[in-house]
């Protein structure tokens, strides 16, 4: 089973601070994606990465950096936090499109209520 | 146009009755199509995907209408336990991102 890990369920940060939310997956997927999910709003793509050191902006950027170093882990960061960056964060993985496998599935980690103050 | 769009619902059904919901695309270049299952405070999961042909899984009917660009999802006999969010997701392809929909609300009660 594939296996998707987020560093914290639950995480309560004020105003300003710098925090990093960090995901790691075990199936050596190439794809990672962050989103963030609010009520009525759906998920929306904050970035991706199809490789190690490559990143891609998605939808709502702004506010937001990532990190991937290393292929199985994929780190997003809050510069310096601010309240309406209050949300649930969640991470996915994914093979890489046109590998040949039939399915694009996207495997999500159990996602982190991140609520600034 | 958001991309992928769904009726919120909530649905709100007896157990055992069946219930369909749709879910339509903007992008005539689609290629593939999913519906995932978030329960309450939980991550969305794979509920099964979704073949130009239709396919069933158990209880469980998904069909995709190429010409009217739109998917479906059919629960026969609900169960309380079909009590979910259901996500419908879109990929293009060519692209790493596939879409997803706002999703729609489904409880079952007794």
């Known amino acids: 089973d594939v296996k998707v890990t987020q560093s914290s369920r639950y995480l309560v940060k004020r105003t300003g601070e710098k925090v990093f939310l960090e995901c790691v997956q075990d199936?050596?997927?190439?794809?990672m994606f962050w989103y963030r999910q609010d009520p009525g709003l759906g998920l929306r793509l904050i970035y991706f990465?199809?490789?190690?050191?490559?990143?891609e902006k998605g939808d709502i950027p702004e506010g937001y950096s990532v990190s991937r170093e290393k292929k199985e882990r994929f780190s997003l960061i809050l510069e310096s936090a601010s309240t309406n960056q209050t949300s649930m964060y969640l991470c996915?993985?994914?093979?890489?499109?046109?590998?040949?496998?039939?399915?694009?599935?996207?495997?999500f980690g159990p996602g982190t209520r991140l609520l600034v103050l | 146009r958001k991309e992928v769009e769904q009726d919120p619902g909530p649905f709100n059904v007896p157990e055992g009755a069946t219930v369909a919901f749709n879910c339509t695309y903007s992008?005539?270049?689609?290629?593939?199509f999913f519906w995932y299952r978030q329960d309450c405070r939980k991550e969305p999961k794979l509920l099964m995907s979704?073949?130009?042909s239709g396919n069933e899984d158990g209880r469980f009917t998904a069909q995709l209408n190429r010409a009217s660009q739109y998917i479906s999802l059919l629960i026969r006999d609900s169960k309380l336990s079909d009590s979910a969010t259901y996500l419908c997701?879109?990929?293009?392809?060519?692209?790493?991102?596939?879409?997803f929909g706002r999703g729609t609300s489904l409880i079952v009660h007794p």
């Open positions: 979704v073949y130009s």
């Open positions: 990465s199809y490789d190690v050191k490559m990143k």
């Open positions: 992008n005539s270049a689609s290629q593939s």
């Open positions: 997701v879109v990929g293009s392809g060519g692209s790493y991102i596939p879409t």
């Open positions: 199936m050596d997927h190439e794809n």
């Open positions: 996915a993985s994914q093979w890489k499109v046109g590998r040949g496998r039939k399915e694009e599935t996207q495997y």
